[in-house]
Each structure stands twice: as structure tokens, then as C-alpha cells.
């Protein structure tokens, strides 16, 4: 049975995209002080932040499924300790199935999707789309969910996504020109211009296919095991369909193309068995589903 989204994020924020140390020196504070982080002015002194960015640095955390707060003191969640934790397997995110990971784990939550992410990954029929195409297109879907937030309110987490995987596109400061963790992958790229929905030419943005071989094929199967298991846990099979296309799944989020995707689980006959049907196909576990084990396999 298919998981029912909780309701979607839109804001928390403060408008900062993610930036590439703010993961690390978090947890190396939780690590020295799980209460610090919970209170502003502490938080601002040991991390040498401003407050927005503080609140911006907290959200992101538990976005990432890497650390979340309880009780007063911060705590580092499964994936975050295995990544990031004392003995992480990569705390500094040098590897770029790290980055992979992130974008995995901020794409794919089922409680509490952030929403620009499950617009543009998994509800848009076309690639490609300028700033006032997602603006209205977002609207239409909060409306349509029983949302009412203001164009800016949507407008500013477009643009969260958008700085996220490119960078930000007209840098203020120093600080706003810093690249995040999604930076590199390239999934998102500029794609010229057009006139948009306001009359006004705007640069236009469009989701890259990307070869399984730059995302590395265990981080694909650490998708394909954390797919089913939080989306589709007791079916004993599923269709190829499923995986290349359903909402959270490895080919729409890590953008695949489904005959890379197909050929890939027809040879990886150690985790999985493919079986063509007609258009489709069927797929089964030839293992128990073990979304841990596969994620310590990547950096085997």
C-alpha cells in the first residue's frame, strides 16, 4: 500500500540553501554539546552564525534526516550517525555518493515533504520550467492541498530549491555565493531563456537525466532498498514501474533513465531479480530489504 504524504514543508528556511560545512560543524557541536544548538545565542557564539542561518543550519538537519531535536538537546539520527557520527563514514562529505545520499534523504520523506522538492521531482510532467511557470504551478498545487501561503512564501522556497542544486543566482554577499552539498551532482542546469508567465523573458531551468555510473550503482540500491521499505514494506514484489517512476522512488528522485535503471537491475542479480512483463516488468528482492547494510556498501 502506498505511503500517504504528511503535510508538506514550505517554509523554515529563513531562505538559506544548505552550505557545505554547516552539516559537519553541527554535529561536531551536538557531539560536544547536544544542548547548545537548541538555544540561539549559544548556538551563534559556537557556530559563528548569524541567528537566520542558525535557524536555517537547524532546519536543514532535520531535512536531511541527519539530527533532530528532543527534550531540549540535539541528537544525530541513524543515517546522520553512520555519515557524520563519530566513526562516520564520511563526516566531511568528500565523496559524492555522500552528496547523492543528501539529496536522497532531503527528496524523499514521507512525513513532512518538503514541497517545492516533491513538486518539481515527482509532480511536474515536464523537465524544463522558469521561475513564474513554478511560481503559478505551485499556487495552483497549494490550493489545491487546502494551502493558502502568499506568492512570496512560494516563491522563496522555489528559490531555496533552485539555489540548492545551482548555486545561487545573483550573489549579495560572499556568504550567498558559497556552494552547498547538491551543488555538484548537476541535476538541476540552465537551459536559456523564454518568456515566461509574467511577459518578461526569464532563464529557464530544466532537471538533467543523469547515468547511473555518476551516481554510483550502490547508492542506487541503498534507493531501491529505502524505497521499498519505507513506501512499499510487505510487498514481496514490485513493478519496475514503480521504481522508475512512483513518487520518492529511485528513478524519478535521482533522475535515472528508466532503460539505465532496467539494465541495471537486470544485472545486479545479487540484490535483485528482474522479470520482463510486456512494457514493465516485475522485481523482486533476492535478499532481505537491509537499507543499512546498502548504505554501508557504498563506501566499502
Known amino acids: ?50 541567528k537566520n542561518m542558525v535557524r536555517s543550519l537547524r532546519f536543514w538537519l532535520e531535512a536531511f534526516g541527519v539530527a533532530s531535536a528532543r527534550s531540549g538537546r540535539w541528537a544525530l539520527l541513524p543515517f546522520g550517525d553512520t ?8 563526516p ?12 536522497w534523504q532531503l527528496s524523499t520523506a514521507v512525513e513532512a515533504p518538503l514541497f517545492a522538492w516533491r513538486h518539481i521531482l515527482f509532480k511536474r510532467m515536464r523537465a524544463d520550467f522558469t521561475r513564474s511557470e513554478l511560481l503559478s504551478e505551485m499556487r495552483l498545487e497549494g490550493e489545491r492541498l487546502g494551502y493558502e501561503h502568499s506568492d512570496v512564501t512560494l516563491l522563496q522556497h522555489a528559490d531555496v530549491f533552485l539555489h540548492s542544486y545551482l548555486g545561487s543566482l545573483s550573489a549579495a554577499s560572499p556568504e550567498d555565493a558559497l556552494d552547498g552539498p547538491l551543488v555538484d551532482l548537476g541535476l538541476v542546469q540552465r537551459a536559456g531563456r523564454r518568456r515566461g508567465g509574467v511577459e518578461r523573458i526569464e532563464p529557464v531551468f530544466t532537471l538533467a537525466r543523469v547515468p547511473i555510473v555518476d551516481v554510483g550503482a550502490p547508492v542506487v540500491d541503498f534507493a531501491v532498498a529505502s524505497y521499498w521499505k519505507a513506501r512499499r514494506l510487505g510487498e514481496s514484489v514490485l513493478t519496475f514501474r514503480d521504481l522508475a517512476h512512483g513518487e520518492g522512488s529511485p528513478g524519478a528522485t535521482l533522475r535515472l533513465d528508466p532503460e539505465d535503471l532496467r539494465d541495471h537491475l537486470e544485472h545486479t542479480t545479487e540484490l535483485w531479480s528482474y522479470r520482463p512483463s510486456g512494457e514493465a516488468g516485475n522485481v523482486t528482492a533476492v535478499v532481505p530489504l537491509d537499507p543499512d547494510a546498502r548504505l554501508r556498501e557504498i563506501y566499502a
Do not use: Y
Request: glycine share 8%; proline share 4%.
Open 1 to 50: 500500500m502506498n505511503a500517504v504524504a504528511a503535510r508538506p514543508r514550505f517554509s523554515g528556511h529563513e531562505t538559506f540553501a544548505c552550505r557545505f560545512a554547516w552539516l559537519p560543524k553541527a554535529v561536531r557541536l551536538i557531539a560536544r554539546d547536544p544542548a547548545a544548538l537548541v538555544d540561539d545565542e549559544r548556538a551563534i557564539l559556537e557556530l559563528g552564525l548569524g
Open 83 to 90: 555519515v557524520f557520527g563519530e566513526n562516520g563514514l564520511d
Open 92 to 103: 566531511f562529505i568528500e565523496r559524492v555518493e555522500t552528496q547523492w545520499l543528501l539529496h
